[in-house]
């Protein structure tokens, strides 16, 4: 987050401030990275604009 606000990534700097809106812990990086998979799919992305409209 400090990257992408302070913009030193290029990719990101376009478009800030970000704003954290949701977030998980999760025990490992297996985990992370099938977590990661759901949320890019389409139900995943479904479920991630509910969170996102939920927040204030």
């Keep these: 987050m400090k990257e ?5 990534t290029a990719s990101t700097k376009a478009y800030t401030p970000w704003v954290l809106v949701y977030f998980e812990e999760v025990t490992d990086r297996t985990a992370a990275r099938e977590r990661e998979k759901y949320l890019k799919s389409g139900i995943g992305r479904e479920y991630l604009k509910k ?5 204030p």
């Excluded at 969170?51 to 927040?55: E, K, L, T, Y």
């Design 4 to 8: 992408h606000n302070s913009k030193k």
């Design 51 to 55: 969170i996102i409209n939920m927040a």
